[in-house]
């Protein structure tokens, strides 16, 4: 796939069994921003619906957070690069606000921290451990982050630099730390957070939310 020449980057969507978000995320897409779903062995339909609806599908056979996040940057084309989830509790239209630092060459790397809509968007216990996170990530790093959201911008020769390894659920957080590591300007801003559709998979669970924070303590140490 060549780059158009109003293309303004690639939107990485990991996918499990989210045929019914799809419509609406994708939809939600903003001009110029092209989806890259990245399908994790999904058995609901989404990667033939996701091609019905437009986007580019690649196939992930791997199991693992960080192992769709990765396959989607090696498939992006573009040089910018944004990382969403694919359940619709992120507005995708939000892309070129959280990316205008990026672009204009004010920050490497932009995070969007989650604002919850709605009672029961955000789970108690995932938003526990994404604290608890955030306080070692500062520790490690001296970078103060609210949340370490999976919406964020960065350039893909860079990321591609960081040469991340984690293919789990410790991808979001190796990228900033080897990021802060790195000396990136970081920044974050915020989104609303929405409730998902369908079945949540990881932090919609207190034992997804345990195997999260197990694998980016992981990361830290």
């Known amino acids: 796939m060549t ?28 001009d110029g921003w092209r989806a890259v779903v990245v399908d994790n062995g999904s058995t609901d339909g989404s990667a033939a619906l996701a091609e019905r609806l437009g986007a580019r599908v690649v196939h992930e056979p791997r199991r693992g957070f960080g192992a769709a996040c ?12 944004a990382f969403c989830d694919c359940d619709a509790t992120l507005d995708p239209a939000e892309l070129p606000r959280v990316a205008a630092p990026v672009r204009a060459g004010a920050a490497d790397l ?15 216990h995932a938003r526990l451990g994404n604290r608890a996170l955030s306080r070692m990530l500062r520790r490690r790093t001296g970078v103060r982050l609210s949340d370490l959201g999976p ?7 860079a990321l591609l630099g960081l040469g991340l390894t984690d293919r789990r659920s410790g991808y979001p957080l190796e990228m900033v730390v080897r990021a802060a590591d790195a000396g990136w300007r ?8 929405r409730p998902r559709t369908g079945r949540s998979k990881v932090t919609g669970t207190w034992r997804g939310t345990w195997h999260a924070v197990n694998d980016m303590r992981a990361v830290l140490r």
Not at 8 to 21: K, Q, R
Not at 151 to 157: C, E, H, M, S
Not at 186 to 193: N, R
Request: hydrophobic share 45%.
């Open 151 to 157: 919406l964020r911008v960065a350039r893909r020769p």
């Open 186 to 193: 970081i920044e974050e801003t915020e989104v609303d957070y």
């Open 70 to 81: 990765h396959a989607g940057l090696l498939a992006a084309t573009a040089d910018l690069v």
């Open 110 to 124: 932009v995070l969007a921290g989650r604002r919850p809509t709605a009672r029961g968007a955000w789970p108690l």
């Open 3 to 30: 780059n158009s020449p109003h293309t303004t980057g690639d939107l990485v969507l990991p996918c499990l069994n989210e045929a019914e978000a799809l419509p609406w995320v994708l939809g939600r897409v903003p």
